[in-house]
């Protein structure tokens, strides 16, 4: 790795580089490494912060369904207590006829 990014001056990469060149070559097994080489990946290919983004984005969906969900049943229940039985068995007047 050069170190030079696109536009010139320093990749932004290159200090992960760097931390995990230096630990590679001081090594006795390269397993001791691996802490060093995934943050190197993950500034290279951002895979973990995809998949907490997209997470977080399905987290958002699943509450934005489920309070439509709740909005639907709560109109349900309102529009079922508005059309109740009680003015159809005389029990309250209507309006009209009580005007009469």
């Not at 290279?44 to 958002?60: F, M, P, Y």
């Not at 049943?73 to 005007?99: F, G």
Request: one cysteine or more; a positive charge; charged letters at 35%.
């Amino acid at each position: 790795m050069s170190g030079y990014g696109f536009n010139g001056g320093r990749n932004r990469c290159y200090p992960y580089w760097q931390e995990f060149y230096k630990c590679y070559a001081l090594a006795d097994r390269p397993e001791e490494c691996v802490l060093q080489r995934d943050d190197y990946l993950e500034c290279l290919h951002h895979s973990k912060e995809i998949l907490r983004t997209k997470a977080i984005q399905d987290e958002h969906l699943k509450q934005k369904e489920k309070r439509a969900h709740e909005a639907a049943e709560h109109k349900k229940k309102a529009d079922s207590a508005s059309a109740s039985n009680v003015p159809r068995l005389n029990v309250v007047e209507d309006k009209a006829k009580a005007s009469a």
